[in-house]
């Protein structure tokens, strides 16, 4: 079993950034993929971000394209998020997720771990 938690976020201002990170434990394997999601109150979850297992392939979701990088350190069994520029649309829960199979997806159902997820919060 693998577990993930999320901390970073928070309340900024429009304009601002934020680094989010993922902390992996567990029967963790660091050539899987990990990707980033987000859910807003009444919307689906969204993919924003993925990265492959050695960090060298990223995909990022048409709306946080240019703003938003993410990276990974496996020897930490980290993956961070960095977002700049923020905008009020990107308030939502922010989650990581870890997928079983070598590829790198970028829908929820092929991810098979989750974190509790992260609140931010952008004013405008």
């Known amino acids: 079993q693998v577990q993930l938690e999320e901390s970073g976020g928070g309340l900024v201002q429009a304009g601002d950034s934020l680094r989010l990170s993922c902390a992996a434990s567990?029967?963790?394997?660091?050539?899987?993929?990990v990707g980033w999601f987000r859910q807003a109150p009444g919307k689906e979850r969204e993919f924003v971000a993925a990265v492959s297992w050695s960090g060298s392939s990223t995909y990022y979701g048409d709306s946080v394209k240019g703003r938003f990088t993410i990276s990974r350190d496996n020897a930490k069994k980290m993956v961070y998020l960095q977002m700049n520029s923020l905008k009020s649309e990107d308030t939502a829960v922010y989650y990581c997720?870890?997928?079983?199979?070598?590829?790198?997806?970028?829908?929820?159902?092929?991810?098979?771990?989750w974190g509790q997820g992260t609140q931010v919060t952008v004013s405008s």
């Open positions: 997720a870890t997928t079983n199979t070598l590829m790198v997806p970028t829908i929820p159902r092929d991810y098979d771990y």
């Open positions: 567990g029967r963790t394997n660091s050539r899987n993929a």
